[in-house]
């Protein structure tokens, strides 16, 4: 089978293989199209900026399936083209794509022109299910870093050592935690890495007096997340219960867990599957004093 992956720009080379800043496209396609290709299937990313070009220079459709990957733009009339081809087409969808401003002008008539819709939680599969009556299947992400062993020291350290790494316009809640974050520090002093696109707001929200939670704004890369993960103790996963946050899918958690670092996680419904790994509670604080309880059983986890 021929299998184009429709995505947006910029894209470029990382360790040998097609990188993309998008974690949605690295974990839902980028990461996945090597083992396709290892079933027997040729994969294509097909840049959604060149399809008119491409469909100048006839190479657009001779495939047999098309997959959409996050859009702002209305792929509409390209998906009617494609069925009207006979050719398959994939929705995929990572985002709460009715609630989105962004998103909810354009997706849901997308959905409906999809033979199927996949979707990165059981959360939002379910949501597409109901709210566009489309078939619809949850397909997870893909983890992409080195797998990492869960060494913690023997006891725990006089310094907890945390992370919190993604994209600044998702750190809404961890900036809300640091209040409790700083006070609990108070108990055992804290520091806090924060791998992230440095805007101007994010750096001064961070900028911290002195005092027992220090943190550190390191820029993004796929280098620094995997240097804050080997170098901390625990993944803070702060989150909240807005509609648009409630469905995204558990890959900071199982990237967390795959480096072998423990997550203490907002008790989201995609992050609940993992209790029995990962830290789960409505509370960060009593997540983290929970684990320093806990300490020696960590590793297990």
Known sequence: MII????????????????????????????PAPFLARLGHKVKIVPIEDIPDAVRRGTFFDADLYVVHKTF????????DLRARGKRVV??????????????GHYPAMLRRADLVTA??????????DTAGVPTAYVPDCVELPRGEPVLPADPPETL?????????????LLAALPALAAFAGERPCH????????????????QPDGPLRTELTPWSPEAVE?????????????SDEPSVAVKSANRLQE????????????????????????????????????????PELPAR
């Open 227 to 239: 240097a804050g993960l080997a170098a901390c103790h625990a993944v803070l996963l702060p989150s």
């Open 4 to 31: 184009h992956h429709l995505a947006h720009k910029p894209f470029a080379k990382y360790r040998g293989k097609l990188f993309s800043p998008l974690a949605s496209l690295r974990l839902r396609a980028l990461e």
């Open 192 to 207: 806090l890495e924060v791998v992230c696109d440095p805007t101007p707001a994010l750096t001064a929200a961070l900028a």
């Open 256 to 295: 967390a867990l795959w480096a072998g670092r423990m997550p203490v996680a907002h008790a989201l419904r995609s992050y609940r599957p993992f209790a029995d790994s990962a830290i789960v509670a409505d509370d960060l604080v009593a997540g983290l004093r929970w684990a320093l309880n806990h300490w």
């Open 161 to 173: 050592r945390l992370l919190w790494f993604g994209r600044s316009d998702n750190a809404g809640p």
């Open 73 to 80: 733009l209305d792929l509409g009339p390209v998906l009617d």
């Open 120 to 129: 990165s939680s059981e959360a939002l599969a379910e949501l597409v299910r």
């Open 91 to 104: 929705v995929d969808v990572c985002d709460h794509v009715f609630a989105l401003p962004q998103l909810s």
